[in-house]
């Protein structure tokens, strides 16, 4: 068993509370983590701020900080790997997975700060201003506050800070309290690889103490969460005019259609709704399946379910593994109970040990079950026929949220249609919701969040467009 401290003002910090972190699969002590206070927050807060305007750090400065963290995680992948194991409970192959995708979205925002500009704007065009030449520059927007899930320790932590370090800002970070080990070890990476004092902060504690007092402190002038819809709300009526990135709640739709590959749509979406135990925003969670290939998807589904190992996130056979608690798995067992009550079918899994709940399909649901109607955020996924394309995307779009959807089909009219139609941030083609590389815009729609992430994306909402107008004697 570790301690880790917090890192404030460019130093390791202790305080007198701690946070237990579990072994999420075993329920045992696998480290403690300082726990900040209010002293401490305002003392983090104030660093960045003192740093931000101290600390001035060049575009390609900025390129070479991120790019030697780049080559540090990589180089540390199996102990990282472990640690986003132990503490969240993903199974091991798919913790390789997000280290290496982690590496790359810290190069990705390195090369990303070498590239940050304005453009010229033709002001000469307007009468009387003959004489005048203007341009935008980019500049950061000063101390950035992030809060991040427990889903993605490592990757979705680095989506805030590479590419808020990449524009030139400084960062206060508020991990998730089941997952603070993972954020630690990054601070770390970026304190070895060279980042300056000041400029990133990482104080754990709980959304009541650490997160209100961030959400209500001025001198924070841009707020990047990834959360419920309901956190993300109160954030948005706690920060006034602030700037927010907000990547929120979902319940993926994907639809098969009848001309769809039956194989791969199967395939895809046996380990899409269930990778991390279905933990994931982009998890695919409702199935529209056309009724004339229904019986038939739902054969090769469940025949590519069997597949599935379900148990120890250690071992690297594993492909599904615990939830973040027995709590969350219990909370979803209860909507699977009430689905069957009201006549839902469950046709595979649907068995909880402890944390670990099984792949679970349910049919014959109605869209008024909390299974379909909210995030279930649980390795559950819910079938639901239909008839005409039309009628599926209305009913696809009464949902409140829009992260990202997908369709199986190989009819391309169709494909074009439903991509048009279907309303979210990102809508993949004979592909599952849960596509995701970390370069591409990512975020979505109604109660599912506003801003993009991906490093070229968030450095936008990062940085303030500056117009500079000259006058000229010519």
Known sequence: MKHFQLFID??????????????????TLYAT?????????????ASATKAFSEQQLTPFERYQILHKASTLISEQKDELAMIITKEAGKPLKQ???????????????AEEAKRIHGEGVPVEAAPGSENRMAFTIKVPVGVVGAISPFNFPMNLVAHKLAPALAAGNAVVLKPASKTPVSALKLARILEEAGLPKGLLQVIAGSGSTVGNQMMKDKRIALYTFTGSAEVGLKLKQETGLNRLILELG???PVIVDKEADIALAAKTLAAQSFAFAGQVCISVQR??????IKQAFIEKLTEEMQHLKVGNPADVDTDVGPMIDEKEAERAETWIMEAQKDGAEVIHGGQRHGALLEPTI???VTKDMRVVCEEIFAPVASIISYTDLESCIREINQSPYGLQGGIFTQNIDTAYYAAKHVEVGGFMINDGSQYRVDLMPYGGVKDSGNGKEGPKYS????TEERLIVMNLKV
């Open 287 to 292: 199935i529209y399946v056309d009724e004339a």
């Open 362 to 364: 349910i049919s014959n």
């Open 459 to 462: 450095i936008n909402e990062m």
């Open 250 to 252: 979902n319940n993926s």
């Open 95 to 109: 913790a390789q997975t997000e280290i290496d995708r982690t590496s790359l979205t810290f190069l990705w925002a």
């Open 33 to 45: 983590v300082a726990k900040a206070d209010e002293q401490l927050v305002d003392k983090a807060i």
């Open 10 to 27: 460019g130093e390791w910090t202790d305080s007198s509370e701690t946070i237990d972190v579990l072994d999420k699969y075993t329920q």
